[in-house]
């Protein structure tokens, strides 16, 4: 009886270029909205009708925004590794690296 590895059995099927620059095109899009939403908030700190509250409440929420632009500038960079034709462990890689360097920013 031969072996049966977990490779065998569960194989995954490579990324086409395609769905690689299709996955791109759609981060670059969440981008946008997420740059939306960071407007949103700033808006709403420098309307002087904003109540304290809701003022307290778009800081607490543009820490968030920057959070998710750095998560979203983390997967551009994965995926414009991918399409130069990179492997996914080395744009995965790559990509821990910049969120390892954001997240010692924001310690400081």
């Known amino acids: 009886m031969p072996q049966k ?4 059995q569960h194989k995954i099927v490579p990324l086409t270029e395609e769905e690689i620059k299709e996955n791109y095109k759609e981060i670059q899009e969440e981008m ?3 740059l939306d939403w960071k407007k949103e908030e700033q808006a709403k700190l420098k309307d002087p009708k904003s109540s304290p509250q809701k003022k307290a409440a778009a800081k607490r929420a543009l820490k968030k925004v920057d959070w998710r632009i750095n998560t979203v500038k983390g997967q551009i960079l994965y995926w414009k590794l991918r399409i130069k034709g990179k492997s996914h462990f080395l744009a995965n890689i790559e990509k821990n690296e910049f969120w390892a360097g954001c997240k010692g920013k924001e310690d400081n």
């Open 5 to 8: 590895y977990y490779n065998n």
């Open 32 to 34: 946008k909205e997420v």
